[in-house]
């Protein structure tokens, strides 16, 4: 009578195998998880920028995005109809933006708190008058909260953006 199936020494050989295989493996896969949320944490902020300037161009009234105590934490696109860069009762909120998971977003001072729109398109500081203020440029810096890569988002005086990739050095000196 012939038995089927594995003998012992095929089983350890096997999971000996398997072990290998994960312990070169799961490290590139962290790396990779890491690289993809600083990514997608970048793309959804610049897609949140061009959305608040394209509604400021559009509507012609000035749009503002402000963060929820911390970038990472999130933020919030609205009509700011009294230009005092903070959502009020009755301004229109447009869009929100959940908390970030795995990264750090940090803004230079010209963006610590929001960053406005006017119709034109343009980048200014929100005054409480309907002066247009004057004009806001500066830089997200979106990091790992571990050790990596990650992007600058730079806006323009004019209120266009680009998107520069940093590497790990200038991350961890942050």
């Known amino acids: 009578?012939?038995?089927?199936?594995?003998?012992?020494?095929?089983?350890?050989?096997?999971l000996s195998v398997i072990g290998?295989?994960?312990g070169i493996g799961l490290p590139n896969l962290t790396t990779h998880v890491q690289n993809a949320r600083v990514k997608t944490a970048t793309q959804s902020l610049l897609g949140s920028l061009e959305l608040t300037r394209s509604r400021a161009v559009f509507s012609n009234k000035r749009t503002t995005m402000q963060k929820q105590i911390a970038?990472?934490?999130?933020?919030?696109?609205?009509?700011?109809?009294?230009?005092?860069?903070?959502?009020d009762a009755n301004e229109t909120s447009?869009?929100?933006q959940a908390k970030l998971?795995?990264?750090?977003?940090i803004a230079n001072s010209p963006l610590a708190n929001y960053i406005s729109y006017i119709g034109s398109g343009e980048g200014r500081y929100?005054?409480?008058?309907n002066n247009a203020g004057a004009f806001q440029a500066g830089k997200f810096t979106i990091c790992p909260k571990v050790h990596g890569p990650g992007y600058e988002l730079i806006i323009a005086r004019s209120g266009r953006i680009r998107t520069h990739k940093i590497n790990a050095q200038a991350c961890a000196a942050l």
């Open 126 to 129: 929100a005054n409480g008058t």
């Open 101 to 105: 998971t795995g990264v750090r977003v």
């Open 94 to 96: 447009l869009q929100t």
């Open 1 to 14: 009578m012939r038995s089927f199936g594995f003998t012992l020494i095929e089983l350890l050989i096997t």
């Open 20 to 22: 290998v295989l994960l």
């Open 71 to 87: 970038w990472e934490n999130g933020w919030e696109i609205f009509i700011d109809s009294n230009n005092n860069g903070i959502r």
